[in-house]
């Protein structure tokens, strides 16, 4: 299918979408009680429809270090996955990282929908339109690490209103799972086929709506409905779904009825349940979206779990691997301060008295923030 054709065919689904996005109730300013919690409202909101559209939480000079650095990742990005060279025949960056920073794929498609990727959770695959001629062979998917490839990206892991809402989430002891930097360029940004992120809880006694935790998305462009992630509202709480079967009752289509696009500007800041059923459609438009990706869960729901997705099964994340990996959120919140010395500091409950032993300084980079993603706790 042309690229032309999908935008024709995806025009009523999106206005018919964005109707029943304005009517959850579930975006606005970011508020908090006098306790330092997400406002009941919201909460309530959040826990309702399985996600939330935050509206003007980073402020613009930083989204602007944000992007500033996205372009110069970009730039210097490899032509392939495994390349050493960018476009430009310089050495392509960042490949001294144990886990290689950039996923590249060619325009408009999808890698994961109907392959056994990510535990197989992407099971049916989207429209991949074609793209145009002039489009280059591969174009950059993902970008991982994001708290070591960018000083803006380390200072944004830690950023107290962020970490108040995973506070207000997950508990004060939550702990960090992991990240990742969804890129779509206008025109030639790939798929993300339907899906719930959680993996290992499903068959849990102790399985609730919660249980596999919520990602933050930091939105550095304004993104538009076919650029943007969709949700379908209330399915956090439906338990695993059958996605083939509900594609299937769709007639085969993607263009899944209920779901409505998670449409935000610049500096909004969306949280989306990971046991919500979540899509992104091929970005055939002229509009630019880099989402830094990063989420949390509950202490309970990661102590003791077996490893997936990124992480081999026979890890067992013991309280040594969450305390090594929820260091980063300390040193984050240190470089954050140091950077911006008059904000106030938020206080990461599970490393309150080790602040001077986790400063952000070049020795703590190495120790902590190099190669942390090894120690993602993916569930
Ligand atoms: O942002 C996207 O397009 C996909 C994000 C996603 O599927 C996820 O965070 O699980």
Redesign the pocket.
Request: proline letters at 6%; hydrophobic letters at 35%.
């Given at each position: 299918m042309k690229a032309s054709e999908y935008r024709l065919a995806q025009k009523s689904y999106i206005s018919k979408g964005e109707a029943r996005a304005l009517a959850l109730g579930n975006r606005g300013p970011l508020r908090f009680d006098q306790q330092g919690k997400l406002h009941k409202d919201i909460s309530d909101a959040y826990w309702r429809t399985g996600f939330y559209v935050f509206e003007n939480v980073i402020d613009p000079a930083e989204i602007k270090l944000l992007r500033s650095e996205i372009e110069a990742l970009l730039e210097r990005a490899p032509v392939d996955n495994g390349a050493l060279e960018d476009a430009q025949g310089r050495p392509a960056f960042g490949q001294e990282f144990a886990r290689p920073i950039y996923s590249l794929i060619p325009p408009l498609t999808d890698p994961w929908g109907g392959t056994d990727a990510l535990n197989g959770r992407h099971p049916t695959q989207m429209t991949q339109p074609e793209s145009d001629v002039s489009a280059p062979k591969k174009v950059v998917f993902i970008m991982s690490g994001m708290c070591q490839i960018m000083d803006s990206g380390l200072r944004l892991y830690g950023h107290p209103d962020l970490l108040k809402i995973a506070a207000s989430i997950n508990g004060d002891d939550f702990v960090p799972y992991n990240d990742?930097i969804?890129v779509?360029q206008p025109g030639v940004g790939g798929?993300?086929s339907w899906?719930q992120?959680g993996v290992t809880h499903w068959n849990s006694p102790r399985w609730d709506q919660g249980i596999h935790g919520f990602?933050f998305?930091v939105q550095l462009y304004d993104t538009s409905p076919q650029s943007?992630?969709w949700v379908v509202p209330g399915t956090h709480k439906e338990g695993k779904i059958d996605i083939k079967q509900k594609v299937a009752e769709n007639a085969g289509s993607e263009f899944l009825p209920e779901a409505v696009p998670l449409s935000a500007a610049a500096g909004d800041v969306t949280i989306?349940n990971?046991q919500a059923l979540?899509?992104?459609f091929a970005n055939t438009s002229a509009d630019t979206?880099v989402?830094l990706?990063f989420?949390f869960h509950r202490r309970a729901s990661v102590l003791g779990a077996q490893g997936a997705l990124s992480q081999s099964n026979d890890e067992v994340y013991d309280e040594a691997r969450i305390d090594r990996r929820s260091q980063v959120v300390a040193v984050a919140i240190d470089a954050r301060q140091q950077f911006y010395p008059n904000e106030v500091r938020f206080q990461y409950f599970p490393m309150i008295g080790r602040e001077g032993q986790l400063a952000h300084s070049a020795e703590n980079w190495e120790r902590v923030i190099r190669d942390y993603n090894l120690h993602d706790l993916s569930i």
């Amino acid at each position: 299918m042309k690229a032309s054709e999908y935008r024709l065919a995806q025009k009523s689904y999106i206005s018919k979408g964005e109707a029943r996005a304005l009517a959850l109730g579930n975006r606005g300013p970011l508020r908090f009680d006098q306790q330092g919690k997400l406002h009941k409202d919201i909460s309530d909101a959040y826990w309702r429809t399985g996600f939330y559209v935050f509206e003007n939480v980073i402020d613009p000079a930083e989204i602007k270090l944000l992007r500033s650095e996205i372009e110069a990742l970009l730039e210097r990005a490899p032509v392939d996955n495994g390349a050493l060279e960018d476009a430009q025949g310089r050495p392509a960056f960042g490949q001294e990282f144990a886990r290689p920073i950039y996923s590249l794929i060619p325009p408009l498609t999808d890698p994961w929908g109907g392959t056994d990727a990510l535990n197989g959770r992407h099971p049916t695959q989207m429209t991949q339109p074609e793209s145009d001629v002039s489009a280059p062979k591969k174009v950059v998917f993902i970008m991982s690490g994001m708290c070591q490839i960018m000083d803006s990206g380390l200072r944004l892991y830690g950023h107290p209103d962020l970490l108040k809402i995973a506070a207000s989430i997950n508990g004060d002891d939550f702990v960090p799972y992991n990240d990742a930097i969804f890129v779509k360029q206008p025109g030639v940004g790939g798929s993300v086929s339907w899906h719930q992120d959680g993996v290992t809880h499903w068959n849990s006694p102790r399985w609730d709506q919660g249980i596999h935790g919520f990602n933050f998305q930091v939105q550095l462009y304004d993104t538009s409905p076919q650029s943007c992630l969709w949700v379908v509202p209330g399915t956090h709480k439906e338990g695993k779904i059958d996605i083939k079967q509900k594609v299937a009752e769709n007639a085969g289509s993607e263009f899944l009825p209920e779901a409505v696009p998670l449409s935000a500007a610049a500096g909004d800041v969306t949280i989306v349940n990971r046991q919500a059923l979540h899509a992104s459609f091929a970005n055939t438009s002229a509009d630019t979206r880099v989402s830094l990706t990063f989420g949390f869960h509950r202490r309970a729901s990661v102590l003791g779990a077996q490893g997936a997705l990124s992480q081999s099964n026979d890890e067992v994340y013991d309280e040594a691997r969450i305390d090594r990996r929820s260091q980063v959120v300390a040193v984050a919140i240190d470089a954050r301060q140091q950077f911006y010395p008059n904000e106030v500091r938020f206080q990461y409950f599970p490393m309150i008295g080790r602040e001077g032993q986790l400063a952000h300084s070049a020795e703590n980079w190495e120790r902590v923030i190099r190669d942390y993603n090894l120690h993602d706790l993916s569930i």
